[in-house]
């Protein structure tokens, strides 16, 4: 049994040499496998390649998947606090060879070590007390608790304070607008009890290494947090009669359920972890710790790791709240992102009441549909938008692109109405998004095509030097929701000369006016930007595809990082729609919709007056700007959406995708035809108040088994100047049960290798995401993916696919009805792995 001496290394607050709980066990500790071979790779890349193959593979997904939540200037200054024997920190400096990495760990030996087995120019490894200063004031741009925030609370006693002074003296050592990026665990409801459930199958035993789970919580509820006090240890726990055969039930607080989760798979550590408590802050304690030393919090979401769920959660337990509910798995870990700011800056922007002023901005308008004689309410606004993205290329071939930063969006922290929260992201209304103008100047420029003109724009209007043999080049055009929103973005891009620094922008438009600051133009390496989208710290609906087609225009790969081995059903025969016929189909005048009087009465629009607020001079909360905002909400549904990709393989194992083209209103006004290609899409109900219950819903829609059905990426906004409805992004990879009567409008399957060419048909922004993303991550060679063990050859043109063929067709979840009675006597684990 762990004891208080078991932790004098821990004195300071950094890491034991112990395994992060988050992590999954299994083969994925296996290290990373041989690079294949890339005869056209560049030899950074290549580089890379080589470094990283030397560190095990989870360390390289959790190196990246942290460095993508951070944004950073080359040259900057990273510190990983806690970085116990320097693998990951190894890992990070490999990935970013522009930035300079340090690990900081208390134990002497453990940095002797590191310095021995990872040795790079950009790296460095210090012993170092967390308490004292860490580097002088305003000289790091960015500190990483990755993991260690819980051994500093646990080595110390227990003791919250000790967090709010580690916190504090990272904060004075970081530049301003540098980063305390926190990874770590976090405090469910401490008064919450949850009923957890086990299979009875392991015969009693005293082996800790074989012992049943069940008997496992038993000695874990007995002892957990014993070091220092003994006598005082554990927790609540009470076993009730088994609802299943073979199965054992216990009632306890949620925050010891989630511990036990995290930990119990890790036999070999399990009683040198048992004196640690992972969970002691809430996300609000956090907040309000960060918020104290005047940070902003970016971002902070939940995270599942899926290798996680799969070997500790799904088939071996079941979470119920109290009154027999199923619970979905818990977070894996939680990501917070906080900047430093400057004292009277904006730490967050929000809605703060209604208001009775009418700001005159937002009209809403009636269509009826002459054919079918639908009628639908479609909002409009007196901005007309087009968006620009200038970029350079620098030497080593990197694309480098300026952004809007600090986009004050309000509507990001809208008053909740209807639907929840679903994935628990959350931000500080300051957004990353394309540069945005009035459409007329840009549309001018392109028809003028005069380099002076350009140039004189560009200095005038943005504060950049255009190239001098620039030209404005045409991007993707976007409806952001072709269904209730009259609006199309359009995509300009053109090569600039230098670097800038960050700086003001000379004007903006009036949506984003009004408060405290308009935040500032900033070059961003490309790459980066699609990083983060992936992990979903950007929630952007356009940007991803903007930039895959800016790549795609300079000739530049872009990398693929994100992980999506897939499942994907066999269909026996099946009508190919070829895509040349949908886009002739397109180019067909169709003028149905007709502007009517009256309302339909589903959409909604509101008036309220959003806030800017931050820090004043004595440390206390002052209002530092307001303004009224109108916005629209749909009145019949809630404010989550699912878009859904559907996959499937033919006989020959080309993958097929389901999509949907249908007449909407809006593109009507721009293309004089409203037929668009989307996807399958529907409202997700008010009950459907996680990600757990939202997957468990589209796989009832689609009558499939939940394990034929994943998120395709994170959450976003559709229209966040507009509306703070969010879309979430699902594929389904079993459609042969609905197949002969597509479900949810699923009319056509059309080949996934040529679905990119609809990419910039101007099309819903939903459908472009969706697709833009599955094209990248399964149809182009991504050379620097962490999973090579599930590439395999998808057809003579898509050489490195990211899918396991798979012969499953029918889910488990589905039985007939002569078979119903026997489903009610089988316990939930007997369901999930009954045999065919």
Same mark, same amino acid.
């Given at each position: 049994?762990?004891?208080?001496?078991?932790?004098?290394?821990?004195?300071?607050?950094?890491?034991?040499?112990?395994?992060?709980?988050?992590?999954?066990?299994?083969?994925?500790?296996?290290?990373?496998?041989?690079?294949?071979?890339?005869?056209?790779?560049?030899?950074?890349?290549?580089?890379?390649?080589?470094?990283?193959?030397?560190?095990?593979?989870?360390?390289?997904?959790?190196?990246?998947?942290?460095?993508?939540?951070?944004?950073?200037?080359?040259?900057?200054?990273?510190?990983?606090?806690?970085?116990?024997?320097?693998?990951?920190?190894?890992?990070?400096?490999?990935?970013?060879?522009?930035?300079?990495? !340090?690990?900081? @760990?208390?134990?002497?030996?453990?940095?002797? &070590? =590191? %310095?021995?087995?990872?040795?790079? $120019?950009?790296?460095? /490894?210090?012993?170092?007390?967390?308490?004292?200063?860490?580097?002088?004031?305003?000289?790091?741009?960015?500190?990483?608790?990755?993991?260690?925030?819980?051994?500093?609370?646990?080595?110390?006693?227990?003791?919250?304070?000790?967090?709010?002074?580690?916190?504090?003296?990272?904060?004075?050592?970081?530049?301003?607008?540098?980063?305390?990026?926190?990874?770590?665990?976090?405090?469910?409801?401490?008064?919450?009890?949850?009923?957890?459930?086990?299979?009875?199958?392991?015969?009693?035993?005293?082996?800790?290494?074989?012992? !049943?789970?069940? @008997?496992?919580?038993?000695?874990?509820?007995? &002892? =957990? %947090?014993?070091?220092?006090?003994? $006598?005082?240890?554990? /927790?609540?726990?009470?076993?009730?009669?088994?609802?299943?055969?073979?199965?054992?039930?216990?009632?306890?607080?949620?925050?010891?359920?989630?511990?036990?989760?995290?930990?119990?798979?890790?036999?070999?550590?399990?009683?040198?972890?048992?004196?640690?408590?992972?969970?002691?802050?809430?996300?609000?304690?956090?907040?309000?710790?960060?918020?104290?030393?005047?940070?902003?919090?970016?971002?902070?979401?939940?995270?599942?790791?899926?290798?996680?769920?799969?070997?500790?959660?799904?088939?071996?337990?079941?979470?119920?709240?109290?009154?027999?509910?199923?619970?979905?798995?818990?977070?894996?870990?939680?990501?917070?992102?906080?900047?430093?700011?400057?004292?009277?800056?904006?730490?967050?922007?929000?809605?703060?009441?209604?208001?009775?002023?009418?700001?005159?901005?937002?009209?809403?308008?009636?269509?009826?549909?002459?054919?079918?004689?639908?009628?639908?309410?479609?909002?409009?606004?007196?901005?007309?938008?087009?968006?620009?993205?200038?970029?350079?290329?620098?030497?080593?071939?990197?694309?480098?692109?300026?952004?809007?930063?600090?986009?004050?969006?309000?509507?990001?922290?809208?008053?909740?109405?209807?639907?929840?929260?679903?994935?628990?992201?959350?931000?500080?209304?300051?957004?990353?998004?394309?540069?945005?103008?009035?459409?007329?100047?840009?549309?001018?420029?392109?028809?003028?095509?005069?380099?002076?003109?350009?140039?004189?724009?560009?200095?005038?209007?943005?504060?950049?030097?255009?190239?001098?043999?620039?030209?404005?080049?045409?991007?993707?055009?976007?409806?952001?929701?072709?269904?209730?929103?009259?609006?199309?973005?359009?995509?300009?891009?053109?090569?600039?000369?230098?670097?800038?620094?960050?700086?003001?922008?000379?004007?903006?438009?009036?949506?984003?006016?009004?408060?405290?600051?308009?935040?500032?133009?900033?070059?961003?390496?490309?790459?980066?930007?699609?990083?983060?989208?992936?992990?979903?710290?950007?929630?952007?609906?356009?940007?991803?595809?903007?930039?895959?087609?800016?790549?795609?225009?300079?000739?530049?790969?872009?990398?693929?990082?994100?992980?999506?081995?897939?499942?994907?059903?066999?269909?026996?025969?099946?009508?190919?729609?070829?895509?040349?016929?949908?886009?002739?189909?397109?180019?067909?005048?169709?003028?149905?919709?007709?502007?009517?009087?009256?309302?339909?009465?589903?959409?909604?629009?509101?008036?309220?007056?959003?806030?800017?607020?931050?820090?004043?001079?004595?440390?206390?909360?002052?209002?530092?700007?307001?303004?009224?905002?109108?916005?629209?909400?749909?009145?019949?549904?809630?404010?989550?959406?699912?878009?859904?990709?559907?996959?499937?393989?033919?006989?020959?194992?080309?993958?097929?995708?389901?999509?949907?083209?249908?007449?909407?209103?809006?593109?009507?006004?721009?293309?004089?035809?409203?037929?668009?290609?989307?996807?399958?899409?529907?409202?997700?109900?008010?009950?459907?108040?996680?990600?757990?219950?939202?997957?468990?819903?589209?796989?009832?829609?689609?009558?499939?088994?939940?394990?034929?059905?994943?998120?395709?990426?994170?959450?976003?906004?559709?229209?966040?100047?507009?509306?703070?409805?969010?879309?979430?992004?699902?594929?389904?990879?079993?459609?042969?049960?609905?197949?002969?009567?597509?479900?949810?409008?699923?009319?056509?399957?059309?080949?996934?290798?040529?679905?990119?060419?609809?990419?910039?048909?101007?099309?819903?922004?939903?459908?472009?995401?969706?697709?833009?993303?599955?094209?990248?991550?399964?149809?182009?060679?991504?050379?620097?993916?962490?999973?090579?063990?599930?590439?395999?050859?998808?057809?003579?043109?898509?050489?490195?696919?990211?899918?396991?063929?798979?012969?499953?067709?029918?889910?488990?979840?589905?039985?007939?009805?002569?078979?119903?009675?026997?489903?009610?006597?089988?316990?939930?684990?007997?369901?999930?792995?009954?045999?065919?």
């Amino acid at each position: 049994m762990g004891t208080a001496s078991d932790h004098s290394s821990l004195k300071f607050g950094l890491r034991k040499a112990s395994r992060p709980a988050g992590e999954p066990l299994g083969n994925s500790e296996a290290p990373t496998p041989p690079v294949p071979a890339h005869t056209d790779l560049d030899p950074a890349k290549a580089e890379r390649l080589a470094l990283i193959s030397a560190v095990k593979k989870p360390t390289v997904k959790k190196a990246w998947f942290t460095m993508a939540h951070l944004l950073l200037d080359p040259g900057a200054r990273v510190i990983d606090v806690g970085s116990y024997d320097g693998a990951m920190t190894y890992a990070m400096a490999s990935l970013h060879p522009e930035i300079r990495v !340090s690990g900081l @760990d208390a134990d002497e030996t453990t940095i002797k &070590n =590191a %310095r021995k087995n990872f040795q790079r $120019e950009n790296l460095d /490894f210090h012993t170092g007390n967390i308490f004292d200063p860490i580097a002088p004031n305003n000289s790091v741009d960015a500190f990483i608790n990755s993991f260690v925030l819980h051994e500093i609370y646990s080595a110390n006693q227990y003791n919250e304070r000790v967090i709010g002074r580690a916190l504090a003296n990272q904060y004075r050592a970081l530049r301003n607008d540098g980063f305390l990026l926190i990874r770590d665990y976090i405090l469910p409801s401490p008064s919450d009890y949850v009923l957890l459930e086990f299979k009875d199958t392991n015969p009693a035993s005293d082996d800790i290494t074989t012992m !049943s789970e069940a @008997d496992l919580l038993i000695l874990y509820s007995e &002892n =957990a %947090r014993d070091q220092m006090h003994p $006598e005082g240890a554990g /927790f609540f726990l009470e076993e009730l009669p088994p609802t299943y055969p073979r199965t054992r039930l216990f009632r306890l607080p949620l925050k010891w359920a989630y511990e036990f989760l995290l930990r119990k798979d890790n036999r070999e550590n399990f009683l040198a972890e048992m004196p640690k408590e992972y969970t002691f802050f809430t996300e609000q304690d956090f907040r309000k710790e960060l918020r104290t030393l005047g940070a902003r919090v970016l971002y902070s979401a939940p995270h599942w790791d899926e290798g996680f769920i799969k070997t500790r959660y799904h088939g071996k337990i079941r979470l119920y709240r109290e009154d027999g509910t199923p619970m979905g798995p818990p977070p894996t870990s939680h990501m917070i992102i906080a900047q430093k700011i400057e004292k009277n800056a904006s730490q967050i922007v929000q809605e703060r009441r209604t208001s009775r002023a009418r700001a005159g901005t937002v009209y809403l308008r009636t269509v009826r549909d002459e054919r079918t004689g639908a009628i639908t309410d479609i909002a409009t606004r007196d901005l007309d938008i087009a968006e620009v993205i200038p970029f350079r290329i620098t030497a080593d071939n990197k694309l480098k692109i300026y952004l809007h930063e600090g986009v004050p969006r309000g509507l990001a922290n809208a008053a909740p109405r209807t639907g929840k929260n679903l994935d628990g992201r959350r931000w500080s209304g300051h957004m990353i998004e394309a540069i945005a103008l009035q459409a007329h100047s840009l549309r001018r420029l392109k028809e003028l095509a005069n380099i002076k003109e350009l140039l004189t724009f560009s200095s005038e209007r943005l504060g950049i030097k255009a190239s001098t043999d620039a030209q404005l080049i045409d991007g993707p055009g976007f409806f952001p929701d072709p269904y209730r929103i009259d609006e199309k973005i359009e995509t300009y891009y053109y090569r600039v000369e230098n670097h800038y620094k960050a700086f003001t922008p000379p004007a903006v438009l009036q949506d984003i006016e009004g408060f405290s600051s308009t935040g500032h133009f900033r070059e961003f390496d490309a790459q980066a930007i699609l990083n983060a989208i992936a992990v979903g710290y950007l929630p952007t609906s356009r940007l991803e595809a903007q930039l895959l087609a800016l790549f795609k225009h300079t000739g530049i790969r872009s990398e693929v990082w994100s992980e999506m081995p897939l499942q994907i059903s066999e269909l026996p025969e099946a009508e190919v729609a070829n895509i040349k016929n949908i886009v002739k189909k397109m180019s067909l005048k169709d003028d149905r919709f007709k502007t009517i009087k009256g309302s339909a009465g589903n959409i909604r629009l509101i008036q309220s007056r959003f806030v800017d607020e931050g820090r004043d001079q004595g440390g206390g909360m002052a209002g530092l700007a307001a303004r009224d905002m109108e916005f629209i909400v749909q009145e019949d549904t809630t404010i989550n959406t699912a878009v859904v990709l559907p996959l499937v393989r033919d006989l020959n194992g080309e993958v097929l995708a389901g999509v949907v083209t249908e007449y909407l209103p809006v593109p009507q006004r721009y293309n004089n035809t409203g037929l668009v290609t989307t996807l399958p899409s529907f409202p997700l109900p008010k009950d459907v108040t996680d990600m757990d219950a939202a997957q468990r819903y589209v796989a009832d829609k689609f009558n499939v088994d939940p394990k034929f059905v994943a998120r395709m990426g994170e959450s976003y906004f559709t229209h966040i100047g507009l509306t703070p409805h969010r879309v979430y992004p699902f594929v389904v990879t079993n459609i042969r049960p609905a197949f002969g009567g597509f479900r949810h409008g699923t009319t056509q399957l059309t080949m996934l290798k040529d679905l990119w060419k609809m990419l910039y048909w101007d099309n819903c922004e939903s459908f472009i995401k969706v697709v833009a993303q599955t094209y990248n991550l399964m149809c182009q060679d991504n050379d620097l993916s962490v999973n090579w063990d599930h590439e395999v050859k998808l057809s003579d043109q898509l050489s490195q696919s990211r899918i396991v063929a798979s012969e499953s067709v029918i889910g488990s979840s589905i039985f007939s009805e002569s078979k119903q009675e026997e489903k009610r006597d089988l316990s939930p684990f007997d369901i999930m792995t009954r045999p065919k």
